[in-house]
């Protein structure tokens, strides 16, 4: 019975809920009229009080606190027949009781309210935590099996703007299929410096699986012959069937994590989705070349 009272209390509009508070009075004062001096029903309309205040807007607490405030006095005046000073000491202790009750009441609404928001921002953190775990853990190196998915996730965000236009040819394509092969067996790759010219420099590729399909890569790549300690994210393509679902975010984060030891690079477009992650990843702006932005960090 109590179950069913308070659910349909919670489901019930503002005004419903101020015209059950108000018969609710009614009630109280109905009984507390009618019986012996020797009984005070006053504490009682605490309760429609502390309801008012705990869904009610402003207006309608006050409402209920005036209202309160008024039946109790005037019930105990026609017992007491105070001094007009007494009476007033009367509504003004009984005003001051009742709003406090709705004050405290109003106070612990905030702080389960604030409760409530903060269990579902862990409960949220915990999912996405959750979330990232399982697709680090889907993080592997590239074998040769994977060229022809990494080819096409390289067409595919072709289409997007992030590489160039040129990967849509099919010649293309088989060049890259050969580059990609020959670079995850040997481990090197001749690639075009940021300030000019080629050079034979390290190269590892990365993918991520979900349910035996690859979802994205990253390719990353030395800055040159030296085999120094930089490293760029030369590539990061996403599956289209799985954007939205934290992919690049993790392969980003695989990247810096990864590499955390070394100076990293990333080119980017100029205030890109990319570049702001990277800017929430302590990168900094470096300089430009060939139409990007260098992002830089260590």
Not at 45 to 59: E, F, G, N, T
Not at 81 to 89: G, I, Q, R, S
Not at 168 to 197: C, E, M, N, P, Y
Request: charged residues 20%; glycine residues 8%.
């Amino acid at each position: 019975m109590f179950r069913y009272l308070s659910q349909r209390l919670r489901g019930a509009s503002g005004r419903q809920l101020a015209l059950v508070l108000l018969l609710a009075q009614a009630l109280i004062f109905f009984v507390d009229a009618t019986t012996s001096a020797t009984i005070s029903f006053a504490p009682f309309y605490s309760l429609p009080v502390a309801l008012a205040a705990w869904r009610l807007r402003l207006p309608g607490v006050l409402l209920f606190v005036s209202l309160s405030t008024l039946l109790r006095v005037y019930d105990y005046d026609n017992l007491h027949h105070d001094t007009p000073l007494m009476l007033f000491y009367d509504v003004l202790q009984s005003a001051v009781f009742y709003g406090l009750v709705a004050l405290l009441t109003h106070q612990v609404r905030l702080t389960m309210d604030r409760l409530a928001q903060h269990a579902g921002s862990f409960q949220r953190k915990a999912r996405q935590a959750r979330h990232y775990r399982h697709l680090d853990a889907a993080i592997r190196r590239a074998v040769h099996s994977d060229v022809p998915a990494i080819v096409r996730l390289t067409v595919g965000a072709n289409h997007d703007g992030a590489f160039n236009s040129d990967v849509a040819d099919a010649g293309r394509q088989a060049q890259l299929s050969a580059h990609f092969t020959k670079g995850i067996a040997s481990g090197t790759v001749l690639r075009d410096k940021w300030g000019g010219g080629q050079s034979m420099v390290p190269v590892e590729f990365w993918v991520s699986e979900q349910d035996g399909q690859l979802s994205g890569y990253i390719m990353v790549l030395g800055l040159d012959d030296s085999h120094g300690p930089e490293r760029e994210l030369h590539a990061l393509a996403v599956d289209p069937a799985f954007r939205g679902q934290g992919v690049g975010t993790a392969l980003v984060d695989f990247f810096c994590t990864r590499y955390q030891q070394r100076r990293l690079v990333v080119g980017c477009k100029t205030d890109s989705q990319m570049m702001q992650m990277l800017r929430r990843r302590s990168f900094h702006y470096h300089g430009s070349a060939q139409d990007y932005d260098l992002m830089v960090r260590g």
